[in-house]
């Protein structure tokens, strides 16, 4: 599935247009460009409001995203196996599309979801940069909501108070996860590989 996506998610250039998409034009997934620092700038505008913002824009986003390709989905008579395979499929992309090394985790009453070299990385000790945990936040939401897998979902560690990677715990609010779809702990050999392959 990761070498298909790689050649579905390649971005492309519209000459005449001068407009950025992704993957093939006739998909009409056009795509805005923007630098960190502009999102943790956005915030110093937004005031009060800004965290709920964020997260709205990346809920925003996460929905276009998976409205692209499954567009006018039912996923309400779908197994939860093949929620599963929608994020954990869903998360490879957005490691094409440059959001970080993500990696899920199905446990029994939890998900578990890791960034490895966030955008946030680039930005450590900048106090503004946790906005963009936020957007990371927001688009994690949206898949679930969209999926039909209902969650509440904070982040748990953060590379910005020094952990290896963000990671969001997203506990789950109507079901447990059966025990054949449950993962096991990533290793260490594991989480490096992997980060290797990128």
Not at 62 to 91: P, Y
Not at 141 to 162: H, K, Q, R, W
Request: proline share 1%; net charge negative; aromatic share 10%.
């Amino acid at each position: 599935m990761f070498k298909r996506l790689k050649k579905e998610l390649q971005i492309n250039i519209e000459e005449k247009e001068g407009q950025l998409f992704l993957g093939e034009k006739n998909k009409d997934m056009r795509l805005v460009m923007l630098r960190p620092n502009e999102i943790m700038e956005f915030c110093e505008f937004a005031g009060t409001n800004a965290e709920d913002i964020l997260i709205w824009v990346g809920k925003s986003l996460g929905k276009i995203f998976l409205e692209k390709f499954f567009s006018n989905k039912d996923w309400s008579n779908e197994t939860l196996a093949t929620k599963k395979e929608v994020v954990l499929g869903t998360l490879e992309a957005l490691t094409l599309m440059g959001y970080g090394g993500l990696t899920g985790m199905f446990k029994k009453d939890h998900i578990i979801i890791d960034v490895y070299d966030s955008l946030a990385t680039q930005e450590i000790g900048n106090i503004l940069a946790k906005n963009l945990c936020l957007l990371y936040l927001g688009i994690f939401n949206s898949i679930f909501d969209i999926v039909g897998i209902d969650v509440d979902g904070s982040e748990v560690e953060c590379v910005l108070t020094g952990a290896e990677k963000c990671s969001y715990k997203f506990d789950l609010l109507s079901e447990e996860i059966d025990n054949a779809l449950i993962d096991e702990q990533l290793s260490d050999a594991a989480v490096s590989d992997f980060l290797a392959s990128l």
